[in-house]
């Protein structure tokens, strides 16, 4: 039997914070496909996330 495939909880628009990097500020998403999360951070810019490594905290 296979595996789903992985999906991301998160939608564009949330605001989420980094766990290894909370200097980066607060998030918005920019897009969620699969586990490739685009997060915008103020201070650190446009990052790529695997959801699978990472998991970011919802902050709303």
């Known amino acids: 039997m296979a595996t789903p495939p992985f999906r991301s909880f998160l939608v564009p628009g ?3 914070s980094h ?5 980066w500020g607060e998030g918005q998403v920019q897009s969620a496909i699969g ?6 951070f103020p ?18």
């Open 19 to 23: 766990p290894d990097h909370p200097e």
């Open 43 to 60: 201070h650190a810019g446009k990052v790529l996330v695997d959801a699978t490594v990472v998991q970011l905290t919802v902050l709303s």
């Open 35 to 40: 586990h490739r999360v685009t997060v915008m």
């Open 14 to 16: 949330q605001l989420v």
